[in-house]
């Protein structure tokens, strides 16, 4: 029997954690040198509808919002916004006829192909869009439009910003050479190329893409035979949300463990389909579970009071609000043998602003977030700037930080992709 907790390493951990009123939640948790980097729930029993795709019927348009109202199924509906109808594929008249009934050229009664792109939160409606795509881990397959004839007259390729020129043009050339790949019966299909790909260019990147692509494909050939049969009904169901959360963040560690025997089967399948990221460990010392063995329960109580204490002895104070988030940095038992004051408050933003982001992720915030900075000088907020900036651009949830007022205000905002830890454990309250 050993009670070892390897250090120097970065390891996902998959748990699955009952609570007494019944309910269950399957836990992500990120460990990179023994501390916590991210921590997320996926509850059991109420599977999330992000990446489902319908054949769904415009219930509503209303003028006043420029959107519509879709009905998913006979029970669920879902809100359509004019920012989210791109080139729909129609399945009861062509796109060409006119209409004025709305200036996005969708009428009620239209059917149509929707893909769900956010659940459905407290009183509003999910959120669908009409940019219908499946990703693989080297390609993001999108539906382009309707195919009038065989012409090898192929949509716009997208491409990895990390792509060097000169690959960016070996994948292009691939592209036209394979055309026939992004063709479907009824359509035309517009790939986004990954970083990925080039990364395992030189092995058999490009072999595993071709095979990706043509799966892909019979994905789409299945979803487009739909159009014949009456609309509201679900087409496609996306895979369970921990797993296509586990697929994002795979690449960033070493090995996934859990205890957990069905969890562990579910996961050993759906990876072995895929090139193997990080490698798999069922873990079976009965004597120091997963949640003792990394003190989890502490970790994660933490993670839900507002007070966060910063090695320097300040403190960060964050406040969960209906309309946005606040994180006051106070100075606190801090002592300091800084020659001057403006070193000191240097010192205390510094570290603030690292444990700030670092809770960011932990909780889950999103929307707008504020960071109430000690004042310091017009050199120091710029160097403060460029410190989030590279902090945002390491964050996996795009977070954009927007500028720091006059009052020391740090602005951003995360996009919100699944709710806050806080969000999450209160409904099981």
């Not at 050993?2 to 954690?17: I, M, Q, T, V, Y």
Request: aromatic letters at 10%; a negative charge.
């Amino acid at each position: 029997m050993s009670f070892h907790k390897p250090e120097g390493d970065k390891k996902l951990l998959l748990l699955r954690e009952a609570k007494e009123n019944g309910a269950s939640h399957i836990a992500v948790v990120g460990m990179t040198d023994g501390r916590l980097s991210e921590y997320m729930l996926f509850p059991e029993g109420s599977a999330s509808l992000v990446g489902n795709i319908y054949h769904a019927r415009i219930s509503k348009y209303v003028p006043s919002l420029d959107a519509c109202f879709v009905s998913l199924t006979e029970e669920l509906t879902a809100f359509l916004p004019a920012e989210e109808i791109h080139f729909p594929f129609l399945t009861n008249r062509s796109l060409a006829e006119k209409t004025d009934a709305s200036p996005v050229r969708l009428k009620e009664g239209d059917t149509l192909f929707v893909q769900v792109v956010n659940d459905a939160v407290k009183t509003k409606d999910a959120v669908c869009t009409t940019d219908i795509s499946l990703a693989g881990e080297y390609v993001v397959l999108r539906l382009a439009g309707i195919r009038a004839d065989d012409a090898a007259n192929l949509p716009r390729a997208g491409f990895s910003g990390k792509y060097s020129p000169a690959f960016r043009e070996r994948v292009r050339k691939w592209y036209r050479a394979h055309g026939a790949l992004f063709c479907v019966s009824g359509a035309y299909l517009s790939p986004l190329f990954r970083t990925r790909l080039e990364t395992d260019a030189e092995t058999d990147g490009f072999a595993r893409m071709e095979a990706e692509v043509s799966a892909l494909n019979a994905r789409f050939e299945e979803i487009l035979r739909a159009r014949f049969l009456t609309a509201r009904r679900e087409v496609y169901r996306e895979r369970a949300p921990y797993l296509a959360y586990l697929e994002k963040r795979a690449a960033q560690y070493d090995e996934l463990v859990t205890e957990d025997a069905a969890l562990y089967e579910e996961a050993w399948n759906f990876f072995s389909q895929r090139v193997q990221a990080l490698s798999l460990r069922l873990y079976t010392d009965k004597d120091y579970p997963l949640t003792v063995l990394y003190g989890l329960k502490s970790k994660r109580e933490a993670l839900l009071q507002k007070k966060v204490w910063l090695p320097c002895g300040g403190n960060l104070i964050i406040e969960q609000g209906e309309a946005f988030t606040m994180i006051d940095v106070n100075t606190a038992s801090f002592s300091s043998k800084r020659k001057t004051p403006e070193e000191t408050i240097r010192k205390i933003n510094e570290e603030a602003l690292a444990e700030a982001f670092a809770q960011i992720r932990l909780r889950n915030l999103s929307g707008m977030i504020l960071i109430d900075f000690i004042n310091m000088d017009g050199e120091g907020e710029e160097r403060l700037l460029a410190l989030a900036r590279e902090a945002a651009a390491s964050d996996p949830v795009q977070t954009s930080v927007i500028d720091i007022t006059g009052l020391g205000i740090m602005e951003l905002t995360r996009k919100k992709l699944y709710p806050s830890l806080r969000e999450l454990i209160a409904r099981d309250a």
